[in-house]
Structures are given as C-alpha cells and as structure tokens.
C-alpha cells in the first residue's frame, strides 16, 4: 500500500500534544520550543514522519507516581507524593536529576525530563534521558527529618533504577547530602554498591569536579560563544541569578575567567554589589547557601551591599547574563531591561529559565543566547564520566576532569554551529533541539517500532 506523502505542521502537532497533556504548561512550553525547530528539519526527512519519531519522543516511556510517608521530629505522619518520568533509553540508561521543591508537580517533571533527552545527546555521552523528584519542601527541616525523607523517596524509587536502567542525580533541593542518604538507603536496601547516584561524595565513588560542573561549563560555552565572534568573558560585568549549586560555580568560573559577578540570587530577592564579587565572598556564599541554607540578604549584611527584597537582578547594568535559578524566572520586561542595558549574550545555567517571548526579543535584538540543554550540560556530562569512573573501578584526577568538561561544552557548541548557523548569526536553540534531535531519532528508527 502507498504511504502518502505527509508533512507535519506545528500548530496541528501542539493541539494533539496539549489535548493529551492538559494544563501541562510547562510541559506545552519546552514541546514547543523545540517542535518549533525540529518540524521544518523532520519535514525534509520523510523516515522521520513515517517513524512517528516526534510523536514518540515527546511520550515518556513510564511515568512512575508514589506517595511517600514519613515521620516529622514531632511524631506527626507526613505525605509527599514522589515521581520518576523515564523518559526515553535510546540511546543509554534513563538519567536525570531529582528535584526536591514545593512547586514540583508533573508537568515540571515532564518538560525537564524532554529537555533531558536533548542535553544528553549533546553530550556526546551514551545516555538516555529522566527526571524525578517530590513536592517535599526542604526549607526548615532539621537534618533528620531530610534524612528520613531520603530514605523513605528511595524505599520506593529504588524498585525502579540501576546502574544500567536509570541513574539519578542532584537537581534544585537534592545536593550532596540528600545524594549521600538515598545511596546509603539504596546500597542497604540492595545490598550493592554500584553507581546508580551520581553527585555522590568522593569517598564513595563521586567524581571529582562534579560538583562545579555545570556551573562552570556554562561559564565555558558563553566563552565558546564570544570566542565565535572574536571575544571572551575577560573584563566583561555579568549577572548571574540564583545562588546555589549551579549559580556558585558559574560565578566562580566567570572571575576564573576575568569576569566581574555583580549579582547573585535566590527565591526572597537579589544581591548588587558593584564591586564585584571575589573568592572571599563566594566562599562566603557557598557556606551560608549549602552549609547554613541561610538567605542571600545575609551577604548583603556582612558585605554591606544592597539587597532588592523580591525582585530580580535583571535591571542591572552588565554585559552578560546567566540565568542560573529556575524556570521562567526571565520574562519579557526583563529581557527588554537587559537589552536596554546594552546586555550582549546571555547563557542559560538553569532549565528553560527563560520564556518564550523574551527569547524572541533576544533573537530580534541579536542577542546571543544558548539554551539550558546545550549551556547546563556540563553537569550531567560530569555525571556520565562518574558513570564511567564507577564501571571501570578507577577515579580520574581533576586536570583530566577538567579537560574532558571543556572538550564536552566545546563540541556541543560546535554541533550548536553545525545545526544552527543562519546568514549572519548562529541559532543556538535551533542548533541545539536539531542536533540532540538527530542522535536519538536514528537511534529510534533503528529499533523499528518499539
Ligand atoms: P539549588 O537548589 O542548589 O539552587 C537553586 C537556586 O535557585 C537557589 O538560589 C534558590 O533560592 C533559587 N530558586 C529555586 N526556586 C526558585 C524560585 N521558584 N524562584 C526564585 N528562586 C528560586 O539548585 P541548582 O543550582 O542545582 O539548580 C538551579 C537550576 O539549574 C535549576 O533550573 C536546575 O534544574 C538547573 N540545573 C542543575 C544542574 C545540577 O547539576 N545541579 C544541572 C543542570 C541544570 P532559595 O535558596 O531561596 O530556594
Ligand atoms: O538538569 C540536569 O541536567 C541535572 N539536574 C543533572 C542531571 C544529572 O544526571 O547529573
């Protein structure tokens, strides 16, 4: 029988989509952005629409929901619900952080899972892609009762990963103490000690340079991006949101660098100190922030700089940006401060931190901006050599480390170029969504119907 010849069209493929996921916005988000890229290319590969491969990219394999009980220090009987979303193995074990943050819910989980299938074919890594977490809110805990927590998310999760089935890492709210207790939790319950966590201490089998990974490999790809046009981040003001894992090590690469980080963040307001942060004040940062969970407005107390109570750091005067909180954190008022300002480049540190109108206004200023999935990546591709290292019974030292992070973000920028080089600027989503597209969908097609 002739198959006939057929085209895919966006707005068609986004009301399917929605219609099967509804209210997911967040999820109807990050399809978008890169349906929007992809549909042309598939359009030209007929093996691509015969396959269904967009239609079935953007369906989980398995969407895992648990409820998790434990017990607060007060006796009282608590209940989270717990998720993993394995989102799809074509091209290596499920792999993914878990978030633990108030706002989780599936729609969250789901676009990061997506966004986790792109990144990680970037990597140049054999990994598949997944995302977990619990709407368990670790702000005000006492250190028992996180660990209880931990213990009991993995009664449940550990029924459902391995080292070769589904690896888990860190996300916003799960560093490396949380990794600490779910591994011991997950080595008792199995009675195995096998890499199935990454982000783990060095003690147990982490990886040296994780930790900074994807902080400083975003730091990388916005040197890689000004290194195109003939610049680099040396002498150049940068604002940088958030203040946690991934926003310490991006500010401490960018001085590394010969940045100036005159901004820093969290969830109650932003930081300026013109003067620029150095490893004093990071150091600081890294202790009140991971060590003591205390507020930013602290630094502004000791350091004696303004603190913008609610309000976030895009108003500021700088020339590059790194968004490196959460999601949807840069709208388009902010997007339009910061070109005012003379902003640049701006480089996602933080997943799909930017919304979809702002980025437009970027690209018609010709900003240069890089998506999550290609600039954040440094932080799984660090995962996948702690996979490596745990296989093979060895640990690398840091230099080497350190080198295979920069050649990572190095080649992902260049598949960015390779994909998404237009008549006079390089589309670095577009590069990114065809380029993490392909490896997984000739994967998929090779399979047949699975
Ligand atoms: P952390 O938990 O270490 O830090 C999160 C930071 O973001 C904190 O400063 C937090 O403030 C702030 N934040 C969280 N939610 C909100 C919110 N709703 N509004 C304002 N500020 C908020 O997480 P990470 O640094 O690990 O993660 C940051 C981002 O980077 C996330 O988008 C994550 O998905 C992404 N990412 C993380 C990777 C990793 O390896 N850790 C890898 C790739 C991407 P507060 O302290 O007040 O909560
Ligand atoms: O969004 C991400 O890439 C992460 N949270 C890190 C995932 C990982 O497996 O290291």
Not at 46 to 56: D, G, M, W
Not at 298 to 307: D, R, V, Y
Not at 370 to 392: F, R
């Amino acid at each position: 029988m002739m198959v006939p010849d057929q085209t895919l069209d966006l707005d068609e493929f986004m009301q399917g989509l929605i219609k099967r996921n509804p209210g997911e916005i967040e999820f109807h988000q990050a399809v978008e952005e890169v349906a929007a890229n992809v549909i042309p290319f598939i359009n030209k590969h007929p093996k691509y629409i015969k396959n269904r491969i967009l239609e079935r990219m953007t369906e989980p394999d398995r969407t895992i929901i648990f409820r998790v009980c434990w017990e607060d220090d007060e006796g009282n009987v608590r209940t989270n619900r717990g998720y993993r979303i394995q989102f799809n193995n074509s091209i290596g074990p499920y792999k993914g952080g878990l978030r633990f943050h108030h706002s989780v819910n599936l729609s969250i989980l789901k676009f990061l899972g997506f966004e986790q299938t792109f990144k990680n074919s970037l990597t140049t890594l054999p990994m598949g892609s997944g995302k977990g977490g619990a709407d368990f809110n670790p702000k005000g805990k006492s250190e028992r009762e996180i660990m209880r927590f931990c213990q009991a998310f993995m009664t449940e999760l550990s029924k459902h990963i391995g080292e070769n089935v589904d690896v888990p890492a860190g996300d916003i709210g799960v560093g490396a103490r949380e990794i600490s207790y779910m591994f011991g939790q997950y080595k008792r319950l199995k009675n195995e000690f096998t890499g199935t966590l990454t982000g783990k201490a060095l003690e147990f089998g982490g990886s040296l340079i994780r930790k900074e990974a994807t902080g400083y490999g975003c730091a990388y790809f916005m040197e890689e991006m000004l290194k195109n046009q003939g610049d680099s981040i040396e002498g150049k003001n940068c604002i940088v949101s958030g203040s946690g894992n991934v926003a310490q090590f991006c500010a401490q690469k960018i001085m590394h660098l010969g940045g100036n980080v005159l901004t820093l963040s969290d969830s109650s307001g932003f930081i300026h100190d013109p003067d620029g942060l150095n490893e004093e004040k990071l150091d600081y940062i890294i202790d009140l922030k991971t060590n003591r969970r205390g507020r930013i407005s602290e630094f502004a107390e000791k350091f004696k700089c303004k603190f913008h109570k609610d309000k976030r750091p895009w108003s500021i005067k700088a020339d590059l940006a790194f968004p490196c909180a959460t999601q949807n954190e840069l709208e388009l008022p902010d997007a339009k401060l910061l070109i005012k300002n003379g902003c640049r480049a701006v480089a996602e540190g933080a997943n799909m931190p930017t919304t979809k109108d702002a980025i437009d206004a970027f690209h018609k200023a010709k900003i240069i901006f890089s998506p999550g999935k290609a600039s954040n990546a440094g932080g799984v591709s660090v995962s996948g050599l702690e996979m490596t290292q745990n296989s093979i019974r060895l640990s690398w030292q840091r230099e080497e480390l350190e080198e295979r992070l920069k050649t990572i973000m190095h080649d992902i920028h260049q598949q960015c170029v390779n994909y998404g080089t237009e008549k006079d600027h390089v589309d670095y989503i577009k590069g990114a969504n065809i380029a993490g597209f392909v490896k997984v969908a000739e994967a998929m097609v090779a399979y047949g119907v699975i």
